[in-house]
Antibody
Framework: QVQLRESGPGLVKPSETLSLTCNVSGVSISSAYYWGWIRQPPGKGLEWLGSVYHTGTTDYNPSLRSHLAMSLDTSNNQFSLQLTSVTATDTAVYFC????????????WGLGTMVTVSS | SYVLTQPPSVSVAPGKTARISCGGNDIESKSVHWYQQKPGQAPVLVIYYDRDRPSGIPARFSGSNSGNTATLTVSRVEAGDEADYYCQVWDSSSDQMVFGGGTKLTVL
């Protein structure tokens, strides 16, 4: 059974960097999937942040591209997100996801982790 | 960028059929996926590739896609189907994943 679990700080100060890791079990991240991040501000809808292919190729949401970085850590079977220069608008639940490469659907989701940006 | 439009809310009586629309320009040329999200939980994929169901999703959930509108249909609605539903596509021209704004399904 494939499982994803997000980890990282729940509180980040404005202008600092938000860093999250997604630990994957039940499948190798080197297999032919994309791995991605989605966020949901409190009471709002879903926003795709970006995806990283098993080869390391990345696709980012254009509105966040200058602040985003995603990478794979194959030795630990996990992938990560870094979002720089955060503001209060980055407060959200962050989900890591597995992406079906052929149709780009998010078929497995982590439980999500709440990140608050506040001083 | 590509825009998906969903109605904010849909209400249906138990046992009836709910239809949730997702509008987008020439959406029939894209693969549409649907997610169910219950309060405090992560979304769950209920329909992918317009009409395919992942294993474990009841056959009461079905999808269609034609013209400028994709539709998620929930037949014989149950109280447990009450949730937010999101459509999503991959816009290959911009290489972006796009979500609709979500529809709250209320079971009366």
């Amino acid at each position: 059974q494939v499982q994803l679990r997000e980890s990282g700080p729940g509180l980040v100060k404005p202008s600092e960097t938000l860093s999250l890791t997604c630990n994957v079990s039940g499948v190798s991240i080197s297999s032919a999937y994309y791995w991605g991040w989605i966020r949901q501000p409190p009471g709002k809808g879903l926003e795709w942040l970006g995806s990283v292919y098993h080869t390391g190729t990345t696709d980012y949401n254009p509105s966040l591209r200058s602040h985003l970085a995603m990478s794979l850590d194959t030795s630990n079977n996990q992938f990560s997100l870094q979002l720089t220069s955060v503001t209060a608008t980055d407060t959200a639940v962050y989900f890591c996801v597995r992406v079906l490469a052929t149709v780009r659907a998010f078929d497995v989701w982590g439980l999500g982790t709440m990140v608050t940006v506040s001083s | 960028s590509y825009v998906l439009t969903q109605p904010p809310s849909v209400s249906v009586a138990p046992g009836k059929t709910a239809r949730i629309s997702c509008g987008g320009n020439d959406i029939e040329s894209k693969s549409v996926h649907w997610y169910q999200q219950k309060p405090g939980q992560a979304p769950v994929l209920v329909i992918y590739y317009d009409r395919d169901r992942p294993s474990g999703i009841p056959a009461r959930f079905s999808g269609s896609n034609s013209g400028n509108t994709a539709t998620l249909t929930v037949s014989r609605v149950e109280a447990g189907d009450e949730a937010d539903y999101y459509c999503q596509v991959w816009d290959s021209s911009s290489d972006q994943m796009v979500f609709g704004g979500g529809t709250k399904l209320t079971v009366l």
